[in-house]
């Protein structure tokens, strides 16, 4: 049963590892689509195989043992679920400075006087998201094309309002050094926005995580009235039980209280080259 156990751990750390193929591939077919939380099937397989590492345990250990399993598991779920959010969303919020300091940059260098191309050169040697755009350039790559590609990530789409005036442009012959300003200044003001945004949902955010660990301090409470609260959780079928269905609740009130947050913050979707002439 050892190596079952270890099996189904194992699983469990692929299933929550980010896989780049899906990347690749959502890049190769031009689905340029923002998404700021893991997709359901991920959450749904990771609880799948908790529930698989329970059941081992239960055949081989007994109730007490699988409950302490499942719930540490489901802890471990949750836990890299909601730190996984936070480290893609600041992330984005340092993306989302970057590309404002590089729309600022470009229309700078465009306003004294550099062409657009030369300016991008010259802006990618202080701003790092506008390397790949760059590179693009030198081969004679559409840089349009290169701007909307780089704008995928959370955080850059700037880089596709970028790709919009450029490409406006270059068809119309129009000058864009007013154009460029427009969109560093309106880059600017989401990001002001996204910041407001996440400082009021700091407060309904935090009022979560405490109510996760509440149930902590009722372990305490119950050590400290002379009980004996893991004696409890630990034999029979019914401790382990409670164990189990209050430690998914928690967990269920984290995410929940996540994914209200995640449904008001505003989102971005960002069109791929495919589709996005004017």
Request: net charge positive; aromatic share 4%; charged share 15%.
């Amino acid at each position: 049963m050892t190596w079952l156990s270890a099996g189904a751990a194992v699983l469990l750390v692929l299933v929550l590892m980010p896989h780049p193929g899906s990347r690749w591939l959502a890049l190769r077919l031009g689905r340029a689509r923002v998404r700021g939380s893991h997709p359901l099937g991920n959450a749904t397989a990771g609880v799948v195989v908790v529930a698989s590492l329970g059941a081992v345990t239960l055949a081989g250990w007994g109730p007490g043992r699988a409950a302490v399993v499942t719930s540490g598991g489901l802890v471990v779920l949750t836990a890299a679920a909601s730190v996984g959010t936070r480290l893609r969303s600041r992330t984005a919020s340092r993306r989302a400075v970057e590309v404002a300091r590089a729309c600022d940059l470009i229309g700078s260098l465009v306003a004294i006087g550099h062409i657009p191309a030369k300016a991008v050169s010259i802006a990618a040697e202080d701003c790092a998201v506008l390397a790949p755009v760059a590179a693009a350039q030198r081969v004679g790559a559409d840089v349009a094309v290169a701007l909307r590609t780089a704008g995928v990530p959370p955080g850059a789409h700037g880089l596709v309002r970028l790709a919009q005036a450029w490409e406006v442009g270059e068809r119309t012959g129009a000058p864009m050094g007013q154009a460029l300003a427009a969109v560093a200044e309106a880059v600017r003001r989401d990001h002001a926005v996204q910041q407001v945004v996440e400082a009021e949902l700091a407060g309904p955010r935090a009022s979560g995580q405490v109510l996760a660990v509440l149930p902590v301090l009722g372990l305490a409470t119950g050590f400290a009235m002379g009980g004996e609260p893991l004696a409890f959780f630990a034999t029979g079928w019914l401790g382990p039980g409670c164990l189990v269905a209050g430690t998914g609740l928690a967990c269920l009130g984290v995410v929940w209280t996540e994914a209200l947050v995640a449904r008001a913050t505003p989102k971005r979707v960002v069109q791929g080259s495919s589709g996005a002439s004017p």
